[in-house]
């Protein structure tokens, strides 16, 4: 089975550039969930979907970065302009979040190294 | 500030040795999973605990979630190379089962 699918895996671009990550999540999975991982920060969740509605974009950085998921296995992180400061290992991660559970299991995708030069 | 600390950081130990690894909270937490990740690739689940107090047991891996819920450990026993990785707790909340805090992680290196 395919896991979750993220492109480009590596992205190096200049500041002020736009940049443009993507994301398959798994089949049947409702939940969708962008995470930006630093040696400073840590793993840090950026924003999250259920069945394709933004929940909770509390952990957006700020109005440069967007995302969307305009249906069920498809999603996108923009950043625009970019900084240097955004250069990080950015994780994609699906689940499948049903009423009454009190937990989930997630699964990450491997990641898009970005850099900003 | 991290809601969820790991110690220690950084930890270099001999094939064969064993160790221990904290998580600790000020937070109360529904339930706490840990998960590992290997160079260049993304967290992998390894064990949730639900129930305070609990222990999980995952071959030679041993889990324990605080009786208080706000902190767990992961003990390791014969470590081997292939436990090389980093070590990341991560509380999920009674508010949502799906927004899940991840710890500041523990990045093991085990030495054959």
């Known amino acids: 089975d395919a896991g979750v699918i993220q492109s480009p895996r590596h992205e190096v671009t200049e500041m002020g550039q736009e940049v443009t990550l993507r994301c398959k999540p798994i089949?049947?999975?409702?939940?969708l969930f962008w995470y930006r991982q630093t040696m400073m920060r840590g793993l840090e969740l950026l924003i999250y979907?259920?069945?394709?509605?933004?929940?909770?974009d509390s952990g957006m950085p700020e109005d440069r970065f967007s995302a969307k998921m305009p249906n069920a296995s498809f999603s996108t992180l923009k950043i625009q302009p970019s900084e240097p400061r955004d250069s990080a290992v950015y994780f994609c991660?699906?689940?499948?979040?049903?009423?009454?559970?009190?937990?989930?299991?997630?699964?990450f995708g491997p990641g898009t190294r970005l850099t900003v030069l | 500030t991290q809601l969820l600390e790991q110690s220690p950081q950084f930890l270099s130990i001999q094939e064969g040795e064993n160790l221990t690894v904290y998580c600790n909270s000020s937070?109360?937490?529904?339930?706490l999973q840990w998960y590992r990740q290997e160079p260049g690739e993304g967290p992998v689940l390894l064990v949730t605990?639900?129930?305070?107090?609990e222990v999980k047991k995952l071959k030679r891996l041993t889990f324990q979630f605080g009786d208080a819920r706000k902190d767990s450990s992961l003990h390791i026993t014969a470590a081997q190379p292939g436990d090389t990785g980093l070590y990341l707790c991560?509380?999920?909340?009674?508010?949502?089962?799906?927004?899940?805090?991840f710890g500041s992680g523990t990045r093991l290196s085990i030495r054959p």
């Open positions: 991660a699906s689940s499948f979040s049903a009423s009454g559970r009190s937990y989930n299991e997630q699964f």
């Open positions: 089949s049947g999975h409702n939940s």
């Open positions: 979907f259920n069945n394709n509605v933004p929940i909770d």
């Open positions: 937070s109360v937490f529904s339930s």
């Open positions: 605990v639900v129930t305070g107090g």
């Open positions: 991560a509380g999920v909340r009674y508010s949502s089962a799906s927004k899940i805090i």
